[in-house]
């Protein structure tokens, strides 16, 4: 690389540097649409701890089923999986008891403003029933809440949106006993205790499949959604009614945001002096690296559906920052041994000692990585954001100090080779030198004073 | 070490922490004694033992009581929520979280507490918050029937701590397979056990520091569990790095190449350890308590891992290294071979030339020991300049 090019390459991380920062930040609305661009580090989804959000208790109706307790811890189960699957992961339900001793269900929904958008998120229970009579009160031959596995936004063969049903194993036996019997005759669809269609059945369903389609028009989106949504909630084994909704500020509270970010901008300041001080050029770099790695990070928390980030989430990414200096911190030790060691010249010192270091780096962040990866694939809900932070984080530690970190010196390297002091290098002391020579000497002192001396 | 000069450089090339294991290993076994006697002590005085551990309302669930204001509870938030807590506190309990809610009628608004009770006998818990909810109750006598408890679940998710579990012993069997393909069988175990030391270190030390154990907990661990290997390879990455030369050798110094490897890399350990536990350590002193609870753990965590990386990992390394090559002799029955081989060049095409010298053996069999690794690091891995 020559001057003029590791000055053209400077100036292209510097600019990007700065876009990049300027969009996690501003906010503007894009020309010609109706839609606004909102900063990426604002739009970085919060966890309940962090944005509050909002609260919905319901209370479990008692019924004559029995067991209740079971199907409560269910429904519990099932309600998690159901936020999750939207996205939610931070979203938390309680089994509780309230002073009526009545059991409850507790839904937070992290980063939500509107009570009503949490009952669209879980739905408003439906009751599903296929019976052979036109009427509330006949036997119901098969019934969500006990046959339904799922239900989902599917297409008739008319390309019309339709609502998809998934049975679960009773189910698809007991649906398909009941298509098989009464072929030819018409079975009636009943939400809520009330007609909702009627259908002819043509042939058995034994795959436990089934669609329901409207009229000759079919759905729009988002009526087939909410319908899929409501049956999905009506698979749950208890029925629940919906006692308060209210908007729930954050755990943390404002005070302790502001503290933690001022807490981190100082933090980030000593790191950032701290390798200018003990690294010089090497430091500058590193510094300059660490900034695209900041970024980049904010970047992938807000475009990436796992992260939700709550205050462990937060540390987690601070600590990461702390583990990207680490990578650089071992660079340029090996840097300066080799530099020390030998009368390399300074580039050379710069190569061998990236060379050298790649291994550990990369056998330390790989063990790492395998762990994050378990967790992600093996960990819970709300251990799933943490383990997708943390492989960002390493994945990107790795990136920037191996790629950006080098790239920077590179470029440092025809604007300045020679000067020790810039780079923070030096050579090894007389007896460090003589280290090298010491195979030569006749005595090995086995006392180190003499040679201190 | 560049910048050790004189006098501490002579100790610091003599700082073996294979000579200093056995006292090394004393640390963590006292700590973890202090922590089982201050959960017995705990556990059996007041008969609670997760209180004793420090179980918080994440994962045990508690009470939730709920203070209507209305629109007072947004606009005095701070004297209301400061002023009830500290009578609920009155009682013995600790208030893990306040929170505002705000319902749609602004009437309705509240101000929720919630803490973990302190007893598990049902008929305690509720005399304890039907007290509670009194005295609340009595500082709001223009607001009669305005406090209402609850009892709730544990809010942690009932699979947390099992699926963090089956995750941590899955990563920790895939960690030791590759640290076998990567390093050696004997890395492999000494990392492991560095690891684990970690795990039960964290928990030691926050029973001790009386640190609630909420959700965020598992966070912290598994951060520090990965921080930790991390540590624990960079340094292994040097002996990896000294063993090179040296092998299909019998007979080597593995703790003077621990030692040195532990040396070479102590900057890089403390450095590191600076730079990550600034912004934790800086957290903890500006933030709340509920910031606190999980930056302590990190703290003790950082400083556990530290401590297992530098001075527990290699010794454990070095001898059972030495066990195993003693174990393989034994049946090889290879005792009496030394150092015919002549080394690999470590470095390929680099300017160095590594020789081991035929004299370990002999100068390790001598009596003092601290000269037998000053003596490794100048004698046997001398670097020499072909020029």
Request: glycine share 6%.
């Amino acid at each position: 690389m020559n001057r003029k090019k590791s000055i053209v390459v400077l100036s292209i991380v510097a600019v990007i540097i700065i876009l990049m920062a300027v969009f996690a930040v501003v906010d503007f609305p894009i020309a010609g649409t109706v839609y606004d661009y909102n900063g990426y580090a604002k739009t970085i989804k919060l966890g309940l701890d962090m944005s509050g959000g909002v609260s919905a208790v319901f209370e479990v109706q008692e019924d004559e089923k029995g067991d209740l307790d079971t199907r409560v811890d269910g429904t519990i189960a099932s309600l998690q999986s159901l936020l999750v699957s939207k996205g939610y992961t931070e979203a938390t339900v309680t089994k509780g008891t309230n002073s009526n001793g009545l059991t409850t269900i507790r839904v937070e929904v992290p980063d939500v403003d509107d009570p009503e958008r949490v009952l669209d998120l879980i739905g408003r229970p439906a009751t599903l029933e296929f019976k052979l009579e036109d009427s509330a009160s006949a036997k119901a031959y098969v019934i969500g809440s006990e046959h339904l596995d799922s239900a989902y936004v599917t297409t008739d063969e008319s390309s019309n949106y339709a609502v998809g049903l998934k049975f679960n194993e009773a189910g698809t036996q007991a649906f398909a006993s009941f298509t098989s019997d009464n072929v030819g005759k018409s079975s009636y669809i009943y939400i809520d205790g009330e007609r909702y269609t009627a259908v002819t059945i043509n042939s058995a369903i034994t795959n436990g499949q089934a669609i329901i389609t409207s009229g000759s028009d079919g759905y729009t989106y988002q009526e087939a959604k909410d319908f899929a949504t409501r049956l999905q909630s009506g698979t749950f084994g208890v029925q629940l009614k919906q006692t308060e909704v209210r908007n729930i500020s954050p755990t943390l509270g404002e005070n302790s945001i502001r503290q933690a970010l001022i807490a981190a901008a100082i933090g980030l300041a000593i790191i950032f002096v701290f390798m200018i001080v003990v690294y010089r050029g090497f430091g500058l770099a590193a510094d300059i690296a660490l900034i695209v790695y900041t970024l980049l990070l904010l970047w992938f928390s807000a475009v990436l559906p796992w992260v939700q980030l709550t205050l462990p989430g937060i540390a987690g990414l601070l600590l990461s920052i702390g583990m990207a200096v680490d990578a650089n911190v071992i660079i340029f030790e090996r840097i300066k041994d080799e530099y020390k060691r030998s009368s390399k010249p300074i580039e050379t010192s710069i190569k061998i000692g990236f060379k050298r270091s790649t291994a550990a780096i990369v056998d330390g962040n790989v063990t790492t990585l395998i762990g994050a990866v378990v967790l992600w694939i093996l960990g819970s809900a709300s251990i799933v954001g943490f383990a997708v932070t943390l492989f960002i984080g390493i994945i990107l530690s790795m990136f920037t100090s191996l790629v950006i970190t080098r790239l920077i010196i590179k470029c440092f390297i025809p604007l300045n080779s020679t000067s020790e002091k810039f780079y923070g290098l030096k050579r090894g002391e007389a007896d460090e030198i003589a280290d090298e020579e010491e195979e030569e000497k006749p005595a090995q002192g086995p006392v180190l004073e003499s040679e201190e001396a | 070490m560049a910048k050790n000069k004189g006098n501490f450089l002579s100790k610091w090339n003599n700082f073996s922490v294979t000579k200093l294991a056995k006292f090394s290993a004393i640390v963590p076994a006292v700590i973890l004694v202090v922590a089982i006697i201050v959960i017995v002590a705990l556990g059996a005085s007041s008969g609670n033992f997760s209180n004793a551990v420090g179980i918080g309302i994440d994962f045990e669930g508690g009470t939730i009581i709920n203070v209507t204001l209305g629109q007072d509870a947004v606009d005095n938030y701070d004297s209301h929520s400061s002023a009830i807590k500290s009578t609920i506190e009155s009682f013995g309990v600790e208030v893990s979280y306040v929170q505002l809610q705000q319902a749609n009628n602004a009437e309705k608004n509240a101000i929720t507490f919630r803490y973990k009770n302190i007893s598990s006998d049902d008929n305690a818990i509720n005399d304890l918050n039907e007290q509670i909810r009194t005295a609340v109750d009595e500082m709001y006598p223009e607001m009669p029937g305005n406090v209402a408890y609850e009892s709730i679940g544990a809010t942690a998710a009932n699979d947390l701590l099992s699926k963090a579990g089956i995750a941590l012993a899955v990563s920790v069997a895939l960690i030791l397979v590759y640290i076998i393909i990567r390093f050696t069988l004997m890395s492999a175990f000494a990392a492991i056990i560095a690891l684990l030391h970690d795990v039960v270190m964290m928990f030691a030390l926050t029973v001790i520091c009386r640190v609630q154990i909420n959700s965020s907990y598992v966070a912290a661990m598994i951060t520090i569990i990965a921080y930790s290997i991390n540590n624990t390879i960079i340094i292994f990455d040097r002996c990896r790095e000294y063993m090179k030369p040296l092998k299909g050798m019998s007979d080597i110094d593995y703790c003077g190449i621990g030692d040195m490897a532990v040396r070479d890399t102590m900057t890089r350990s403390l450095y590191t350890t600076f730079t990550t536990m600034v912004i934790v350590a800086l957290l903890a002193i500006l933030g709340s308590d509920t910031i606190r609870e999980f930056c302590v753990p990190i703290i003790l965590g950082l400083i556990a891992g530290l401590f297992s990386s530098v001075m527990l990992a290699v010794p454990l390394w070095a001898a059972m290294s030495k066990s195993f090559d003693k174990t393989k002799a034994k049946h090889a029955n290879k005792e009496g071979v030394t150092y015919e081989k002549k080394a690999a060049d470590p470095y390929d095409n680099e300017d160095h030339e590594y020789r081991p010298v035929a004299e370990t053996k002999k100068i390790s069999g001598q009596k003092a020991k601290a000269n037998t690794v000053y003596k490794y690091t100048k004698k046997n891995t001398t670097f020499k300049k072909k020029k």
